[in-house]
């Protein structure tokens, strides 16, 4: 059952007693554990019937008790275990998930991995809770996921605005939730996000990003490309070395694996690129400025200034030197 799923049957009042939450992603157990906090019972419900723990602090025999207490003035009572992977001794709440109080909705929070699969905690589980998993989105779906998030919002978004907040930001869900969630306060009516909104409220700047500078060496604009670096060299956060080159990786590698498709027209590559029309002139560019062993090279020389990035034989040359240093290398 998916995040959705659960939260769409809470509405509907249909509740399980335990819901085990694990894995990678935050973003979705988060979402669950806030509804469960704060919507499944009003706040005059919720000041006798609500008990939240954290993984740390809990002491298991505490939980087990609060789960079969009954609740007060109320059909029934939500207790939350967060941060569950901290709890020690969490196996001996196995008693409790075999039989489970029918009154009390049990949610545990197992964050930054699964719990493994073959003990006998899992195995008793399966039996008797409602166990989600939250996986990484992965990087090459992070701008559908950006797509469908903001449609779901009651906005459209171009594609352009899209790269921008997947380059800045990355695969951090919960952060381009909440930026997004602070745009849409901002738009006052307006009902689609451009990459003008994007710089003028998350301050993404639309002309100094990674996406640009991604641009410039597809065309081989040294000019651009330096005056990008400078940017970032005096706006740090705009772009730290550490993000940029990882960045800027990934674009090229994907246009890497386009030498291995037998067809390399606009059309075979549209869905390569995810429809995104951007993406796809600017792969088409860097292939016919490049060819193969030029991007070949792009790619050995990202890896290279990577190492330098994080110290290796490098006797203190700053991020924006190395960066301008790479870009002449990669051009010329």
């Given amino acids: 059952m998916s995040a959705e799923k659960i939260i769409s049957e809470w509405k509907k009042k249909s509740f399980k007693p335990v819901y085990w939450l694990e894995g990678e992603e935050d973003y979705y157990i988060d979402l669950v554990v806030d509804h469960a906090e704060h919507a499944i019972m009003d706040e005059s419900e919720a000041g006798f019937n609500l008990t939240v723990f954290y993984g740390k602090d809990a002491d298991w025999a505490s939980v087990v008790n609060a789960c079969r207490r009954y609740p007060m003035f109320a059909e029934r009572q939500v207790v939350l275990l967060k941060e569950a992977q901290q709890m020690k001794d969490i196996e001996k709440l196995e008693g409790y998930f075999e039989s489970p109080l029918a009154s009390t909705i049990f949610v545990i929070a197992y964050k930054g991995k699964t719990f493994d699969k073959r003990t006998k905690l899992y195995k008793v589980l399966k039996q008797h809770a409602e166990i989600f998993s939250s996986e990484k989105v992965k990087d090459y779906k992070l701008q559908e996921w950006i797509g469908e998030f903001v449609k779901g919002k009651g906005y459209k978004i171009n594609a352009k605005a899209i790269s921008l907040l997947d380059e800045h930001i990355g695969n951090d869900l919960n952060r381009i939730a909440n930026e997004i969630e602070k745009l849409a306060l901002n738009l006052k009516g307006k009902k689609e996000i451009t990459e003008d909104d994007i710089e003028k409220y998350i301050g993404i700047s639309k002309e100094y990003n990674v996406f640009e500078l991604q641009a410039a060496i597809a065309k081989k604009d040294l000019a ?100 301008k240093e790479m870009v002449v290398k990669m051009i010329a």
Avoid: C, W
């Fill in 224 to 323: 651009k490309a330096i005056t990008i670096i400078q940017y970032f060299e005096g706006n740090p956060k705009a772009g730290p070395i550490q993000m940029v080159l990882p960045a800027l990786y990934a674009s090229f590698s994907k246009v890497y694996t386009v030498f291995g498709m037998p067809d390399k027209s606009e059309a075979a590559l549209k869905p390569h690129f995810y429809f995104n029309s951007t993406a796809v002139k600017n792969a088409m560019e860097t292939i016919q400025n490049y060819g193969y062993d030029g991007i070949e090279r792009i790619l050995l020389l990202l890896h290279h200034y990577n190492l330098k990035g994080v110290g290796v034989d490098n006797a203190g040359t700053s991020d924006a030197s190395l960066m």
